[in-house]
Nanobody
Framework: QVQLVETGGGLVQAGGSLRLSCAVS????????MGWFRRAPGKEREFVAA????????YVGNSVKGRFTISSDNTKNTVFLQMINLKPEDTAVYYC????????????WGQGTQVTVSS
């Protein structure tokens, strides 16, 4: 099993920045990719960014490209989501997720952390 715990959410004004952290514990060696997703009120869950646990390559969703950056510190088993130039439409619950090797879907999810951007 793998446990994911997100921290770093909060209230920020438009144009501000936040950094989310995801602490990963358990069978971390089974992870192939780590990702961030978000769900805004009344909307579907949206992919934000992902990072490969094998080679560190990253992929960022179009709606946040140029503003959000995903990274990881493998020595601390932590994944980060640096968010700059935040907009009110970035308001959502942000979830960290882990994908096992050979899987299409993400298998493990954190409890989520609320990000609220005021205009």
């Amino acid at each position: 099993q793998v446990q994911l715990v997100e921290t770093g959410g909060g209230l920020v004004q438009a144009g501000g920045s936040l950094r989310l952290s995801c602490a990963v514990s358990g069978r971390t060696s089974s992870m192939s990719n780590m990702g961030w997703f978000r769900r805004a009120p009344g909307k579907e869950r949206e992919f934000v960014a992902a990072i490969s646990c094998r080679d560190g390559s990253t992929y960022v969703g179009n709606s946040v490209k140029g503003r959000f950056t995903i990274s990881s510190d493998n020595t601390k088993n932590t994944v980060f989501l640096q968010m700059i130039n935040l907009k009110p439409e970035d308001t959502a619950v942000y979830y960290c997720a882990g994908q096992r090797g050979g899987r299409i879907s993400y298998d493990y999810w954190g409890q989520g952390t609320q990000v609220t951007v005021s205009s």
